[in-house]
């Protein structure tokens, strides 16, 4: 069945009626080495690792698991800044027929807890600075495994773990490849927030990961020449927009990954400089940080070509004097996680419309519905809820049966987005997620922080919501109601939210109130506050 849309601007050679191929995404990897052998995958402070060491550092990482009994679709988690050992483990899991789940190094214990009992990981990958938060709460979980990576100096190897090398060296020798099936085995458990407070982990099989891979090349192709790029990668691999557009895109075109583990605008413009990269996938953020550098001219930005901008919306003025001083073409583009995840861009060989997010990937089709019930397709220019169908949309829910059913149906992919389409076919993005807060780029879910606030013995009742920052885009703001005959100061509960979540979560501005707007039924107006925020902000 294919409901596909059609653009006319496609150029010629573009295929809407893309076929991908039965592959998995360490078959893609194997076919990349055979043709790119010798030309470097990932570069990392200079030191280079070619297309061949790749893969034989994730055959041997196979083995390795193989050896430690993990077996195929057994579940293993990568807690990683970028750096060459994600990809040798990301694509080693992969190998031995594991499941990938991704987890951000910025989560604390308890988040760590539930990310891995719900998944059942048995291995974890963790950056050796952060063993403790893991040792904290290894007992609760049901690892068998730990492999700790060092990133400087020499390798450590607390009780109870491996150093990567030493895990990479009992893979020797071994060599350990699952039989895959790519339309049905999960490849990725990408974690997500969710209505309940608790994030989800989206599914992606194989066949999604490959299928948005190839998409993505078909619609940048008039740009990419493969195996000559080279691909700032500085979006953490952990977020499903690096994973896909930095980490398989190139690997897929055989370009090179200049990988950054974090965001440090001196140290991103001096790798401009020296490394000259091509292709800058970022977040908006990263632009203002560039754009508002003083001597940013004299960094060699011209250097790049495309700038493909996701995960938070991308202002109209920043595009404009970013394009200026790089000469580089800034494509916003529409993904979610459970789209492994792009599913429209601003394209290259045609008009880009500032404040759209673009056109509709091949093989990808959207419709716009009424809200209430999901079932009327709307005229462009109508407001709806933004609906998805395409070979990137995820398997399901991982355990969430009801989730599932929710999220999927027919095969669409309700998004909870709320947009319109113009007469060409252009989506352009309204309002998000009811009450997603995006902050750099970061998906935040306020009732993630809510529950937390609640728990502390003064507050009585809390709320969050998301200002306008114009640096981060959006920053967390809480509005609470202590307990009677209780007294904190704003300052005491950032610091117990500082101790209690991912420090991007943590609210920058606590207001106090003696009651907060309610409905007739009693349930916190959030919107009300939204509101009273914004017209201060005007």
Same mark, same amino acid.
């Given at each position: 069945?294919?409901?596909?849309?059609?653009?006319?601007?496609?150029?010629?050679?573009?295929?809407?009626?893309?076929?991908? %191929?039965?592959? $998995? =995404? @360490?078959?893609?990897?194997?076919?990349?080495?055979?043709?790119?052998?010798? /030309?470097? +995958? #990932?570069?990392?402070?200079?030191?280079?690792?070619?297309?061949?060491?790749?893969?034989?550092?994730?055959?041997?990482?196979?083995?390795?698991?193989?050896?430690?009994?993990?077996?195929?679709?057994?579940?293993?988690?990568?807690?990683?800044?970028?750096?060459?050992?994600?990809?040798?483990?990301?694509?080693?899991?992969?190998?031995?027929?594991?499941?990938?789940?991704?987890?951000?190094?910025?989560?604390?214990?308890?988040?760590?807890?539930?990310?891995?009992?719900?998944?059942?990981?048995?291995?974890?990958?963790?950056?050796?600075?952060?063993?403790?938060?893991?040792?904290?709460?290894?007992?609760?979980?049901?690892?068998?495994?730990?492999?700790?990576?060092?990133?400087?100096?020499?390798?450590?190897? %607390?009780?109870? $773990? =491996? @150093?990567?090398?030493?895990?990479?060296?009992?893979?020797?020798?071994?060599? /350990?490849? +699952? #039989?895959?099936?790519?339309?049905?085995?999960?490849?990725?458990?990408?974690?997500?927030?969710?209505?309940?407070?608790?994030?989800?982990?989206?599914?992606?099989?194989?066949?999604?990961?490959?299928?948005?891979?190839?998409?993505?090349?078909?619609?940048?192709?008039?740009?990419?020449?493969?195996?000559?790029?080279?691909?700032?990668?500085?979006?953490?691999?952990?977020?499903?927009?690096?994973?896909?557009?930095?980490?398989?895109?190139?690997?897929?075109?055989?370009?090179?990954?200049?990988?950054?583990?974090?965001?440090?605008?001196?140290?991103?413009?001096?790798?401009?400089?020296?490394?000259?990269?091509?292709?800058?996938?970022?977040?908006?953020?990263?632009?203002?940080?560039?754009?508002?550098?003083?001597?940013?001219?004299?960094?060699?930005?011209?250097?790049?070509?495309?700038?493909?901008?996701?995960?938070?919306?991308?202002? #109209?003025?920043?595009?404009?004097?970013?394009?200026?001083?790089?000469?580089?073409?800034?494509?916003?583009?529409?993904?979610?996680?459970?789209?492994?995840?792009?599913?429209?861009?601003?394209?290259?060989?045609?008009?880009?419309?500032?404040?759209?997010?673009?056109?509709?990937?091949?093989?990808?089709?959207?419709?716009?519905?009424?809200?209430?019930?999901?079932?009327?397709?709307?005229?462009?220019?109508?407001?709806?809820?933004?609906?998805?169908?395409?070979?990137?949309?995820?398997?399901?829910?991982?355990?969430?049966?009801?989730?599932?059913?929710?999220?999927?149906?027919?095969?669409?992919?309700?998004?909870?987005?709320?947009?319109?389409?113009?007469?060409?076919?252009?989506?352009?993005?309204?309002?998000?997620?009811?009450?997603?807060?995006?902050?750099?780029?970061?998906?935040?879910?306020?009732?993630?922080?809510?529950?937390?606030?609640?728990?502390?013995?003064?507050?009585?009742?809390?709320?969050?919501?998301?200002?306008?920052?114009?640096?981060?885009?959006?920053?967390?703001?809480?509005?609470?109601?202590?307990?009677?005959?209780?007294?904190?100061?704003?300052?005491?509960?950032?610091?117990?939210?500082?101790?209690?979540?991912?420090?991007?979560?943590?609210?920058?501005?606590?207001?106090?109130?003696?009651?907060?707007?309610?409905?007739?039924?009693?349930?916190?107006?959030?919107?009300?506050?939204?509101?009273?925020?914004?017209?201060?902000?005007?």
């Amino acid at each position: 069945m294919m409901h596909e849309e059609r653009f006319s601007v496609y150029p010629e050679g573009m295929s809407h009626d893309l076929t991908i %191929p039965d592959l $998995s =995404l @360490s078959d893609m990897l194997k076919q990349s080495a055979e043709i790119y052998g010798s /030309h470097p +995958a #990932v570069s990392f402070y200079g030191q280079k690792m070619s297309y061949s060491e790749l893969k034989d550092a994730a055959s041997a990482f196979a083995g390795a698991l193989a050896k430690s009994g993990l077996a195929k679709g057994g579940r293993a988690a990568v807690m990683l800044p970028n750096c060459p050992q994600y990809a040798v483990a990301y694509y080693g899991i992969l190998q031995a027929g594991g499941i990938v789940t991704q987890m951000n190094p910025m989560l604390v214990e308890r988040e760590i807890q539930h990310i891995l009992n719900d998944s059942e990981a048995e291995v974890l990958v963790v950056y050796d600075a952060l063993y403790e938060k893991v040792q904290a709460v290894r007992a609760e979980t049901s690892l068998k495994t730990v492999i700790t990576v060092s990133l400087g100096g020499a390798s450590s190897e %607390p009780a109870d $773990s =491996l @150093s990567f090398e030493n895990f990479l060296r009992s893979g020797a020798g071994i060599y /350990h490849e +699952a #039989v895959i099936d790519p339309a049905n085995d999960i490849a990725v458990l990408q974690y997500t927030g969710g209505t309940t407070g608790l994030s989800k982990g989206a599914m992606l099989t194989h066949r999604n990961l490959v299928a948005n891979t190839i998409q993505s090349y078909e619609f940048f192709k008039t740009e990419v020449r493969l195996g000559e790029e080279k691909c700032l990668t500085v979006i953490p691999l952990f977020h499903v927009f690096g994973m896909t557009s930095c980490m398989n895109l190139s690997i897929y075109c055989g370009n090179c990954m200049i990988m950054l583990p974090r965001f440090d605008l001196n140290e991103v413009l001096e790798t401009i400089k020296h490394e000259q990269p091509t292709i800058f996938p970022g977040v908006p953020t990263m632009y203002v940080a560039i754009t508002n550098h003083p001597e940013a001219e004299n960094y060699g930005l011209d250097c790049m070509k495309i700038c493909n901008s996701g995960s938070a919306p991308m202002p #109209v003025e920043l595009l404009k004097e970013f394009e200026r001083k790089t000469g580089a073409k800034i494509l916003e583009g529409y993904g979610l996680s459970e789209a492994s995840p792009t599913t429209h861009c601003n394209p290259a060989f045609a008009d880009r419309k500032p404040g759209s997010v673009g056109l509709g990937f091949p093989q990808t089709a959207c419709k716009i519905v009424d809200v209430a019930t999901g079932l009327e397709e709307l005229a462009p220019g109508e407001l709806g809820e933004i609906i998805i169908y395409g070979p990137q949309v995820m398997k399901g829910y991982w355990n969430m049966p009801e989730e599932t059913a929710h999220a999927l149906r027919d095969g669409w992919l309700f998004t909870g987005d709320i947009g319109m389409k113009d007469q060409d076919g252009y989506l352009y993005i309204t309002d998000r997620k009811k009450d997603m807060i995006i902050a750099s780029g970061y998906n935040i879910y306020p009732r993630d922080i809510e529950e937390i606030l609640y728990e502390h013995p003064a507050v009585r009742e809390a709320v969050v919501i998301g200002i306008p920052d114009p640096y981060r885009g959006e920053s967390v703001k809480a509005f609470a109601v202590l307990k009677t005959g209780k007294d904190i100061s704003a300052e005491e509960l950032i610091e117990y939210c500082r101790a209690n979540m991912s420090s991007y979560k943590v609210p920058r501005e606590i207001e106090f109130r003696e009651e907060l707007p309610k409905t007739n039924v009693g349930k916190i107006l959030r919107r009300a506050l939204r509101e009273e925020a914004a017209q201060k902000h005007v």
